[in-house]
């Protein structure tokens, strides 16, 4: 039997054949999560979203430069990739209650390790 030679990847360097791409591909898991994120405004969704599940009349309240178009872009581009859930309110007039995901929460600890980063290369 031959001995392979077994590559380790640097530290905070993909391991596997993903991490040694050419160019970027869909099906990169870096550019999945930055698809997912893509969008002016998409973070703020998420942290107000992490902070507990939300009416839109409630973000709105929460962001207020935020204008009701862009919002409702980036709900449905949310809901569309698998962060948000919306949930029909039996109420009248109808509302509807966003919540994250699992797959949505788990971006909490990706969109902190955004900030400490941006905050370190703020203070440099």
């Not at 862009?70 to 859930?85: C, F, I, K, M, Y």
Request: proline share 10%; with cysteine; aromatic share 4%.
């Amino acid at each position: 039997m031959a001995n392979q030679t077994v590559r380790i990847a640097a530290p905070g360097l993909p391991a596997g054949p993903m991490g040694e791409v050419a160019e970027p591909s869909p099906s990169c898991p870096v550019e999945i999560t930055l698809a997912a994120l893509r969008g002016r405004w998409t973070t703020l969704v998420i942290r107000e979203l992490l902070r507990g599940d939300r009416t839109f009349s409630e973000l709105r309240r929460t962001l207020p430069r935020l204008s009701d178009k862009v919002l409702s872009e980036r709900l449905a581009h949310l809901a569309e990739v698998g962060v948000v859930d919306r949930h029909r309110l039996p109420d009248w007039p109808p509302r509807v209650r966003y919540s994250l995901t699992p797959r949505g929460r788990s971006l909490g600890p990706v969109l902190q390790a955004l900030w400490d980063w941006g905050t370190e290369s703020r203070d440099e």
